[in-house]
Every structure is written in C-alpha cells, then in structure tokens.
C-alpha cells in the first residue's frame, strides 16, 4: 500500500516537473497576430516564434494606417489590454474605410505586420435587460459531482475494509 503511494507520488511529481514548459524556451523573436476587432479598432496578438507561447512583458508597438485614398494615419500607439496576456488594443480608432495597417513591435524583439481591415462603425450598444438565469445554480452542478465521489469513496474503502477483515 505504501509502495504503491510512493510510485503515484513519484510518477505525478515527474509528470508536473518534466511536462511543464521550460522558461527558458522562452525568448528570441516574436511575432504579431494583426486584426480588426470588428469595428474600428486594431488589434495584436504576441506570440514568441520559437515556441508560440504569448510574450508576458511589456511589448512597445506603434501602427501606421494608409486608407484606399492614400490618407495616411498613425504611427498609433497600442496599448496592453485588460482581456488576456499579450493582447494589445490601439490607443485611437481607425476612420471608417478601408485600411492597410502596419504594426510595428520594438521591444523585446523587432517584428512587423502588414494586414488590410475594413473600419466600421459599431452599432449603439442598448440597455437590455438581463434574463434571470434558469437552470441548475453553479453551487448544484459543482456539488452533485462533489458529492457522488464522496459516495465511491466512502463505498471503496468499507468494501475494501470488509475485504481486509474477512482475509485477516
């Protein structure tokens, strides 16, 4: 019983240690998802080239917008975003039309992007209401699990005590 706790034991612990990306993968270029959000926004994505693991520090990035008249725009700056590590949101919008967009990264590595997006305006946005959920609550669909292994547990080990008296 004993021995075979310390094999689980051992096999998660090499499991945690030796599955875990290394940090040191980490580094080197990277390099730049550009899109519109939809709107009149740009938005980028870094990513590192070696790995595609998203770039935890701090990217310096600018855009440069040139519409399908020549009207030149920029360069923007952009700005981390509050919605994920390594999403970055320009600091202005783009005039409606029709844009080729350049972002530019400095640091930590050089990068460019080149993509054509399509500024819209965005639809006022109107109070609706929110429906009332239905269904299940949250503490239901956690606790119903929760306590259907407490049930096997409890099973398991009366059984397995039933076993070990009946043998000894």
Known sequence: MIRRLLVVLATLCAAVLLGAA?????GGPIQLDVRSDGGQGVTATVT?????????????MTYTAVSTQGKVLGPVGMR????????????DPLPVGDWTVTVTATHPSAAT??????????????ATPVPAPSGMSTVT???????VA????????????RRLTRAG
């Open 141 to 147: 669909l956690v606790a119903i699990p929760v306590a």
């Open 48 to 60: 590192y080239v070696k790995d595609g693991h998203a770039v935890p520090d701090e990217v310096k």
């Open 22 to 26: 290394p940090a040191w993968a980490h």
């Open 113 to 126: 992007k080149t993509v054509t997006v399509e500024s819209v305006p965005l639809p006022p946005v109107t």
């Open 150 to 161: 407490l049930v096997a547990l409890a099973i398991t080990v009366v059984l397995r005590r």
């Open 80 to 91: 981390a975003s509050n919605e994920g590590q390594a999403f970055y949101l320009a600091q």
